[in-house]
């Protein structure tokens, strides 16, 4: 074989590791090369992520749509979170980790050395697993955002100071509940502390948190991993809404779930590889990967 021939097939077909319960199969590069209409909001380049040794994303590629909801999928301890929180430097946080490659936000590296890190969260916001909310008011959980970016002024010194705007604040709090689809199950109750509400209620409340700063993106890692079905379904309702406006990137380990409320999924397989990377009826009714069909048929993960 000549020496281009060769390089060609490195290109094109890279090692894999599996576990038990996989087939053993050439990954293609073709098969993650996902083409769509319209801009691509976020951009990923060779990203690779170690934790000390361990290699957990390989030289990960992909372009990710505006306006319209991604899945990543994948069994347990595959990257998925590493993956999302490279999207907006969360991993920065965690020592042990480092991070390579390029990930463009409109086209302006984010991995850049002077890169405003509380500006790319504020454009770039996150919703996690287990709702967080603070041990405060309703009207406080949504308006801490914009308060700490002085985007409004709050709180009793203002208020002393005459600097309040309790009106902004007002609009700003029922606007963001709205658009989290929460807005009628506590106009009512806004000063109450929202440790009281229902687990389902409380994710809604993070949404409207992170919406209230106004993002472009949203990321969101398993957000109903912990919620009972009929609060899921109003997770997922809100997903689809939202991705009218923002570009939603969504972990979730649920096939049903990416298959109900993404545009487009990309498999991640166990050793940190992105495998498939398709429109989501692809993915799931004619895959090009063996294993990526073995996945999401249930038949490992
Ligand atoms: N903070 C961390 N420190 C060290 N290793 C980590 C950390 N977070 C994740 N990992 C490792 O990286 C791999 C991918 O983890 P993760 O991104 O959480 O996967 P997933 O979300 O798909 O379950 C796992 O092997 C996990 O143990
Ligand atoms: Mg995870």
């Known amino acids: 074989m000549s020496k281009n021939a060769l390089q060609s097939t490195e290109t094109t077909q890279r090692q894999q590791t599996t576990t038990s319960g996989e087939s053993t199969e050439q990954l293609r590069d073709e098969w993650t090369d996902y083409e769509f209409a319209g801009d691509s909001k976020l951009s990923v380049e060779g990203l690779n992520v170690h934790y000390g040794d361990e290699h957990a994303l390989k030289d990960i590629s992909m372009e990710i749509p505006e306006r319209s909801v991604t899945a990543l999928v994948g069994p347990s301890g595959c990257g998925k979170s590493t993956f999302l929180r490279c999207l907006n430097r969360m991993n920065d946080r965690i020592n042990s980790a480092q991070i390579d490659g390029s990930v463009r936000l409109d086209g302006e590296e984010i991995y850049q050395d002077n890169a405003n890190l509380v500006e790319l969260r504020k454009r770039v916001g996150m919703v996690f697993q287990a709702p967080n909310p603070f041990p405060k008011s309703i009207r406080d959980n949504v308006s801490y955002g914009p308060r700490k970016h002085g985007e409004i002024k709050t709180g009793l010194i203002a208020r002393l100071l005459g600097e309040a705007n309790e009106d902004e604040e007002d609009e700003l709090v029922e606007r963001a509940l709205r658009n989290a689809a929460l807005w009628d199950e506590v106009s009512d109750r806004l000063d109450d502390n929202a440790m009281g509400l229902s687990g389902g209620q ?100």
């Open 202 to 301: 409380q994710q809604r409340l993070c949404t409207a948190r992170c919406l209230a700063t106004d993002p472009e993106v949203i990321l969101m890692d398993e957000p109903a991993s912990a919620l009972d079905p009929i609060a899921t379904a109003k997770i997922e309702d809100l997903v689809d809404d939202l991705s009218e406006e923002y570009t939603v990137v969504v972990v979730t380990h649920n096939m049903q779930q990416a298959a109900r409320i993404s545009d487009q999924t990309a498999v991640f397989l166990t050793g940190g590889e992105l495998v498939e990377y398709d429109e989501t009826g692809k993915i799931f009714e004619n895959p090009e990967s063996q294993r990526v069909e073995d996945y999401v048929s249930g038949k490992f993960g």
